[in-house]
């Protein structure tokens, strides 16, 4: 009996020793100290052993089990070091890894554009100066010598709310609004951007809502030199030193007389090309001397003072800068389209 004790003894302590996890472990002291493990098992034929034998067995069956449990306890916790060891290891920070970039966004590229004119002419002296979206009829078109019935007024289809009341088609209603702000006291320096909006359907260069800035200079001895000094300053300033420009005769109710600005055309040198279409130059804005209405209107003596205006749209000057093709672009927020802007500031 003693021998076969002594032979699980060293079969327990031989698996206890060889156990790979705490289940494992647990699974050894039930099955060998349990009460129907194999000691008990054994000790269950102690009735045959004489009396002098018996306590003899008892304390040796005793002394396995408790270098048994001993063992156990010791290889458990040795195996619960492991097992926070290996928890450690596989949660280790590794504070030399770089970290992951902020994606930052930047700011939309007509933003800059508009911004880039404003500071320009900021630069010069003017006011930036902003109006309604929706606007009565009377500035978008009256006070800018357009009555009712005006054929003038079909060169901006025009959403209307009401009769009276519509989403403006250009920043001039701006001009005559901050006109009247002035009672009839110069000077006014002001350039207005913001949302315009016409009855267009949109392609590559027509969109039913664009952006437009407006200028305005009204003082005395304004004359038609200093708008075109002025045009000068800016086509070459965002366009390129080597820039030229030619005013053009046109109409426009508001001014008088009326002219368009064109910039020689930077990617044929003045030869003609598709982008010129062949004329060597490009149409930039529209400008003139205030009529005389309009600074009646306004409340200004157009005896006593003069102004120049201008209008333009920055979508077009940014696609001509950029060599953007399709004024959509800037409406559909392509990221990509987007990115291509968004340098450090
Ligand atoms: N309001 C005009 C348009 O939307 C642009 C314009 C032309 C504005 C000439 C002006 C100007 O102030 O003088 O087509």
Same mark, same amino acid.
């Given at each position: 009996m003693r021998e076969r004790l002594q032979e699980l003894k060293s079969e327990a302590l031989e698996k206890i020793k060889h156990s790979s996890n705490l289940k494992e472990l647990n699974d050894l002291r039930v099955s060998y100290l349990g009460k129907k493990g194999p000691i008990t098992e054994v000790l269950r034929g102690m009735g045959k052993l004489s009396a002098e034998e *018996?306590?003899?067995?008892?304390? /040796?069956?005793?002394? =396995?089990? %408790?270098?048994?449990?001993?063992? &156990?306890?010791?290889?458990?916790?040795?195996?619960?070091?492991?097992?926070?060891?290996?928890?450690?290891?596989?949660?280790?920070?590794?504070?030399?890894?770089?970290?992951?970039?902020?994606? *930052?966004?930047?700011?939309?590229? /007509?933003?800059?554009? =508009?911004? %880039?004119?404003?500071?320009?002419? &900021?630069?010069?002296?003017?006011?930036?100066?902003?109006?309604?979206?929706?606007?009565?009829?009377?500035?978008?078109?009256?006070?800018?010598?357009?009555?009712?019935?005006?054929?003038?007024?079909?060169?901006?289809?025009?959403?209307?709310?009401?009769?009276?009341?519509?989403?403006?088609?250009?920043?001039?209603?701006?001009?005559a609004r901050t006109m009247e702000k002035h009672k009839g006291k110069g000077p006014v320096k002001i350039i207005c951007p913001g949302k315009v909006y016409r009855r267009d359907n949109d392609d590559a260069t027509h969109s039913h809502q664009f952006t437009q800035i407006e200028g305005l200079v009204v003082d005395e001895n304004i004359t038609m030199a200093d708008l075109k000094g002025t045009l000068e300053v800016f086509a070459k300033k965002i366009f390129g030193e080597d820039r030229e420009i030619r005013l053009r005769p046109s109409f426009f109710p508001f001014t008088e007389p009326s002219v368009e600005m064109d910039i020689s055309c930077k990617i044929c040198g003045g030869e003609g090309c598709r982008v010129c279409k062949q004329t060597g130059w490009i149409e930039i804005l529209g400008a003139g001397m205030v009529h005389p209405n309009v600074l009646r209107m306004a409340g200004f003596d157009p005896e006593k003072y003069t102004g120049f205006a201008f209008g333009m749209g920055p979508e077009r000057i940014a696609m001509l800068k950029y060599g953007i093709d399709d004024i959509r672009h800037f409406y559909t927020n392509d990221i990509r389209f987007l990115q291509q802007f968004s340098v450090q500031e």
């Open positions: *018996r306590p003899k067995i008892g304390a /040796l069956a005793n002394a =396995i089990r %408790e270098s048994i449990s001993e063992v &156990i306890t010791e290889k458990r916790s040795e195996l619960e070091k492991a097992a926070v060891q290996k928890k450690l290891e596989a949660e280790t920070i590794d504070v030399t890894l770089p970290g992951r970039p902020v994606k *930052r966004g930047s700011r939309h590229p /007509l933003t800059k554009m =508009i911004e %880039e004119v404003e500071d320009l002419f &900021i630069g010069m002296g003017y006011k930036v100066a902003e109006g309604p979206e929706v606007e009565i009829d009377y500035y978008n078109f009256e006070a800018l010598n357009l009555p009712k019935g005006h054929p003038a007024r079909d060169m901006q289809d025009s959403f209307y709310i009401t009769e009276d009341l519509l989403m403006r088609t250009h920043t001039s209603p701006v001009q």
